[in-house]
């Protein structure tokens, strides 16, 4: 089976994976809000590129309070016309990322920048939405758990008690899969943007499941790839924007 994460809009890329007649199983964050590197994505589309750099100076600041506002600045006076214009663009993307799954057997759960029900709405026939459930793929009991640490506001962020129930849900697995990394250190934390987003539930549950393998992404850049924690060896399965390359598991 193949395994990808942070697709973020590469369209090309995952048709491409998805052609291999593989089982592809993706974690999260399908559609493009906001490219670091270029002030690509949905935001830009909407907003112009100069708002976007200005969004990205505050957020590397760590001025959370503020980029909120830039967008309330934005959006005052006509709300109702820029929700319309969101919604009308993120549809617009799902259905394309999603396009690319036609024929393909995929195993799909979410990440923060995500609207889960959207997302499972628009899946092609073939592909399946999962969370919070053991589904078995090649003989290895997989269990999913979607969704990103609360940060900003997003319809795909989960708390740590919403972490923990999707997990004690799912019970003893062959193979955890994730959005969001575990709360280690190396893995959690982004060099380029500087954020640590890690769940202390997935630590609570590795060490206490101990599946032989943990597989999830959100972190573009991370200090290290792969750790173990306890018996679990776990592993991000890169930015796909970047690099089109999914991980294979055999």
């Known amino acids: 089976m193949l395994l990808c994460a942070d697709v973020h809009g590469a369209r090309h890329a995952l048709e491409r994976v998805a052609r291999q007649g593989q089982p592809l199983l993706i974690l999260g964050d399908l559609i493009n809000l906001l490219d670091y590197r270029d002030a690509s994505g949905i935001i830009a589309d909407i907003a112009g590129e100069s708002f976007v750099w200005e969004l ?22 006509r709300e109702d016309e820029m929700r319309r214009l969101w919604d009308t663009h993120v549809h617009s993307a799902y259905e394309d990322i999603c396009g690319a799954l036609d024929g393909a057997t995929a195993f799909v759960t979410y990440g923060n920048v995500d ?16 969370d919070a459930e053991v589904v078995e793929i090649e003989g290895v009991r997989v269990g999913f758990a979607g969704g990103g640490m609360v940060s900003v506001g997003t ?17 003893p697995v062959d193979m955890l899969c994730t959005h969001v990394p575990p709360a ?23 060490m206490r499941a101990q599946p032989p ?38």
């Open 115 to 130: 609207r889960p029900a959207l997302l499972a709405d628009l899946l092609p026939n073939g592909s399946r939405f999962v």
């Open 56 to 77: 990205i100076r505050l957020r590397d600041a760590g001025e959370f309070r503020a980029a909120r506002g830039l967008w309330a600045k934005l959006s005052a006076g």
């Open 213 to 250: 393998f943990h597989y999830f992404g959100d972190i573009h850049q991370p200090q290290a790839t792969e750790w173990t924690v306890g018996q679990t060896r776990c592993r991000n399965v890169g930015y796909f924007r970047a690099t089109g390359r999914a991980v294979y598991h055999g």
């Open 155 to 171: 319809l795909g962020e989960v708390t740590e008690d919403e972490m923990a129930d999707k997990l004690d849900r799912l019970g």
């Open 184 to 206: 280690v250190e190396p893995l959690s934390r982004d060099v380029v943007g500087g954020r640590t987003k890690g769940s202390e539930a997935i630590v609570d549950y590795l």
